[in-house]
């Protein structure tokens, strides 16, 4: 069994992978946002 060394693995996949996550959960919220206050406008 081979020693551990702490930071020694390559997660350059996981970065871009959280990265485009963030990204979607804020695409998501700015969306949401717009399509409750398009509702709350024209809804009366």
Same mark, same amino acid.
């Given at each position: 069994m081979s020693e551990y060394k702490h930071g020694s693995m390559d997660i350059?996949?996981?970065?871009?992978?959280? @990265?485009?996550?963030i990204k979607g959960c804020i695409w998501l919220s700015g969306i949401s946002a717009g399509v409750l206050i398009f509702? @709350?406008?024209f809804n009366s």
């Open positions: 350059t996949e996981q970065k871009k992978t959280f @990265a485009l996550f509702l @709350a406008i």
